[in-house]
């Protein structure tokens, strides 16, 4: 499902926690949704999956208003973090449920992804420890196939094998059955590989919207000699910088062509990619 969201405003009260986002994101790819935390992650997602309706602005998913719209919800599907399945009854319970809810429910895939979580389906949620609680949203997530699915950090309760087995299934049954997925995660550079097109938001604001290879390119370190390091950044974005003796690192922000490369090269200077979670922490505001 594509979604189009044009100057979304959400309020609680006195807060405004979504400030004028306009997004449009087309159907069939995998979107990280990365922002600190109280940056408007969730708020974002609830109003997208309906849960909440905006306070201004206009929310489309494959054209049409999500709010109160039970043949669009229907087909969206918001696995949020731990906890809130908490007070239902068995895994059994809860599969039930999502089938009953889910047009697209694959029973089969369920029973197969309860083996690899490690599941029972005579489990009881409430008893169950947080990873166990984890997985089994991801399960519901993941069977469920719906149109447009988000996880919002539901993964994060899993433990690192649980989680890498979580990737490489969503992965695998994303091919398989194409749909738009969109995933919030403080784990940048662990999910990052997974995202086509990486959204970062601040402060309830859009601060980029781009494809991950585009935004990876963007940006660069450059290292050298203090002075022809400073001549070289000066004017370009700079997103921070390290010095270590003589030598300076210093990370910009920006597309440099062959030309400004070769200027580069030839002060001595070497030009290296710089981290997602680098690219995340620069381009935001600490809230503290
Ligand atoms: N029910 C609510 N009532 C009042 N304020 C809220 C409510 N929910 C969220 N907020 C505020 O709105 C802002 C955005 O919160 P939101 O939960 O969307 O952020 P987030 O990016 O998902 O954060 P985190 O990464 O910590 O989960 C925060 O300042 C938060 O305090």
């Known amino acids: ?27 069939n790819k995998i979107y990280g949704l990365l922002g600190r935390n109280g940056s408007g992650k969730t708020s974002l997602l609830s109003v997208l999956a309906g849960f909440r ?40 319970d809860a599969l039930f449920f999502a089938e009953w809810l889910r047009e697209d429910w694959d029973a089969e895939f369920a029973r197969e992804l309860l083996e690899r979580f490690k599941l029972t389906r005579k489990m009881t949620v409430k008893t169950m420890s947080t990873g166990q609680r984890s997985a089994l949203g991801v399960i519901i997530g993941l069977a469920g196939r719906a149109p447009l699915t988000m996880f919002d950090e539901s993964y994060l309760g899993m433990d690192a094998p649980a989680r890498a087995e979580f990737y490489d299934v969503l992965l695998a049954d994303y091919m398989a059955n194409p749909r738009t997925i969109i995933m919030s995660s403080h784990l940048i550079e662990e999910v990052s590989p997974l995202f086509e097109q990486v959204v970062i938001i601040d402060l309830g604001r859009l601060v980029v919207h781009e494809e991950a290879q585009t935004l990876l390119a963007r940006g660069i370190s450059v290292t050298g000699a203090a002075a022809p390091v400073d001549a070289f950044t000066e004017g370009l974005t700079v997103l921070g910088s390290r010095q270590l003796g003589a030598t300076k690192s210093v990370m910009v922000y920006g597309d440099l062509d062959e030309a400004r490369r070769r200027e580069a090269a030839a002060a001595g200077l070497e030009l290296g990619p710089i981290a997602m979670q680098d690219l995340f922490l620069h381009l935001t505001v600490d809230p503290r």
Request: proline share 3%; charged share 30%.
């Open 53 to 92: 309706r905006e306070s201004a602005g206009e929310v489309l998913v494959d054209g049409d208003p999500v709010f109160e719209n039970a043949a669009v919800t229907s087909r969206i599907s918001l696995i949020r973090d731990v906890g809130e399945t908490t007070d239902l009854g068995t895994v059994d």
């Open 1 to 27: 499902m594509r979604v189009e969201v044009r100057d979304l405003v959400l309020r609680y009260g006195e807060k405004t926690a979504l400030d004028g986002i306009s997004l449009s994101l087309p159907e």
